[in-house]
């Protein structure tokens, strides 16, 4: 069973930044592909990035584009979300997410979530 484990959410100033991590334990896939969603209050779940674990192919959402960074450190199984420049409209429940097969930015196709890490950013 695929475990992850999400950290690193808090309380930012508009503009500040944040590191978040989700950690990967259990079974592994080499074709996996591991991404970031979002969920703000009140909202759907959207998508925010997504990278796959052999050859490092990222994508980002536009609302996201040229602020947060996706990366994967394989030496603590870990993939990491880099947010700068961090807006108001980044505070939502931020989740981690994995899918053995193909990459998508839909939701339905991930089989394996973490529970979730709390992003405020207030103005």
């Known amino acids: 069973q695929v475990q992850l484990v999400e950290s690193g959410g808090g309380l930012v100033q508009a503009g500040g930044s944040l590191r978040l991590s989700c950690v990967v334990s259990?079974?592994?896939?080499?074709?996996?592909?591991m991404a970031w969603f979002r969920q703000p209050p009140g909202k759907e779940r959207e998508f925010v990035a997504s990278?796959?674990?052999?050859?490092?192919?990222?994508y980002i959402a536009d609302s996201v584009k040229g602020r947060f960074t996706i990366s994967r450190d394989n030496s603590k199984n870990a993939v990491n979300l880099q947010m700068n420049s961090l807006r108001p409209e980044d505070t939502a429940v931020y989740y981690c997410?994995?899918?053995?097969?193909?990459?998508?930015?839909?939701?339905?196709?991930?089989?394996?979530w973490g529970q979730g890490t709390q992003v405020t950013v207030s103005s």
């Open positions: 997410a994995a899918n053995p097969g193909a990459s998508s930015t839909e939701d339905r196709i991930y089989n394996y």
């Open positions: 259990g079974r592994t896939f080499s074709g996996a592909v």
């Open positions: 990278i796959r674990w052999i050859g490092g192919n990222t």
